[in-house]
């Protein structure tokens, strides 16, 4: 099958600062591209869905000038924690799909943790 | 509203057969997927279903009736490595995809 791969696995931050963490799609062009978010013991929550080269679309409740997406290029998507808070630690997984495509891959995820 | 249902914690012998099931009501629909999830790993594809009926897959099998809003992911010959949590997911237009809160499923010896 197709691989995304997203980068870091896991991080540490201070309260404050920025966190960018990309995902990418090795071996087939990805359309389209989401982002989920999850907590412990809860399931996936969509956070957005990117179209490269397009805007990002936000689902109700997640803050855009928070959570910065950028879809510059149909191999990646970056996501950017932006003045990160201990509430913003969380497990965050990316997935793609290419055009025409059944079905999205998902990265590895990054486990978040602001301190 | 969309929702999406499933029981929150199951639990089956090693070599039994388990049934996990999904009801949704969603705004939209696309098809219905199952992924497979260990805890702190990334979910993994087992089953996509948009028509009505059975999909067999080796030891996993997956059922979807759309009139019901209703799925069932089944496991045979249950394996202690198919302790996880398993999700269901109804992918809406543009390829949005939704998320039930899984299921955990613990296989005892």
């Known amino acids: 099958g197709a691989v995304v791969s997203q980068h870091p696995s896991r991080v540490i931050c201070k309260s404050g600062t920025s966190v960018k963490i990309e995902c990418r799609s090795l071996d087939f062009q990805a359309t389209t591209m989401f982002w989920y978010r999850q907590f412990p013991k809860q399931s996936l929550m969509l956070m957005a869905t990117s179209n490269e080269g397009s805007k990002a679309t936000y689902e109700q409740g997640v803050e855009k000038d928070k959570f910065l997406i950028n879809h510059a290029s149909l191999t990646l998507s970056t996501l950017t924690v932006t003045s990160a808070h201990p509430e913003d630690s969380s497990f965050y997984i990316c997935?793609?799909?290419?055009?025409?495509?059944?079905?999205?891959?998902f990265g590895q995820g990054t486990r978040l943790t602001v301190v | 509203g969309q929702n999406i249902d499933q029981p929150t914690e199951m639990t089956a012998t090693e070599g039994a057969i388990v049934q996990i099931n999904c009801t949704y009501q969603t705004s939209g629909f696309n098809g219905l997927f199952w992924y497979q999830q260990h805890a702190g790993e990334a979910p993994t594809f087992l089953s996509y279903n948009v028509l009505d009926g059975l999909e067999e897959k080796g030891r996993f099998s997956s059922f979807l009736s759309r009139s019901k809003g209703y799925s069932y992911l089944l496991l045979k010959e249950l394996q202690m490595k198919d302790s996880a949590s398993y999700l269901c997911a109804v992918r809406k237009g543009g390829f949005k995809t939704i998320f039930g809160a899984g299921t955990r499923l613990f296989v005892k010896a």
């Open positions: 997935s793609a799909r290419e055009d025409q495509g059944t079905e999205a891959f």
